[in-house]
């Protein structure tokens, strides 16, 4: 019985992760632990900064193919842990943005260094590989 129960828990969550990009997305970094290495934007906001402050500030740092983002809506926030990152875990959003889907991870550092934010293309971690409709194709593949 208990067998069972782990093998419907596990066939659950694989499945959960694979509607989900947010869940997709930390599978996919928790895979690899020199994820986190590399340079990023410091956001120079307060502690106390909202997510929407925040993520703007980011998307005006960021460039990607097409230029930078300059619309956007967060469609899903929460707090996530990876495997190999940070002990106390992370804030995420996916947003729509006028570049397409994006999934913006995101947790405050100390005053000197600020946020740190990584951007992805949230179209590579949807289950069939394209962000919700709407969505255009662009840039940061993972």
């Given at each position: ?24 997305l ?49 469609k ?14 992370y ?34 971690y949807?289950?069939?590989g ?13």
């Amino acid at each position: 019985m208990k067998t069972i129960l782990a093998a419907l828990l596990l066939v659950t969550s694989s499945v959960f992760a694979a509607e989900d990009p947010i869940a997709r997305l930390s599978e996919e970094l928790s895979k690899n632990p020199l994820w986190i290495n590399g340079e990023f934007p410091s956001i120079m906001l307060p502690a106390t900064a909202k997510p929407e402050e925040v993520i703007k500030e980011c998307f005006k740092m960021t460039g990607f193919a097409r230029g930078h983002v300059t619309d956007f809506e967060i469609k899903e926030q929460k707090k996530i842990k990876i495997k190999g990152g940070h002990p106390e875990g992370y804030s995420v959003a996916r947003c729509e943005s006028d570049l397409g889907g994006k999934i913006v991870l995101f947790r405050y550092e100390s005053p000197k260094v600020g946020w740190w934010t990584r951007v992805y293309d949230a179209r590579y971690y949807y289950k069939n590989g394209n962000a919700e409709p709407g969505a255009a194709a662009n840039s940061h593949p993972r």
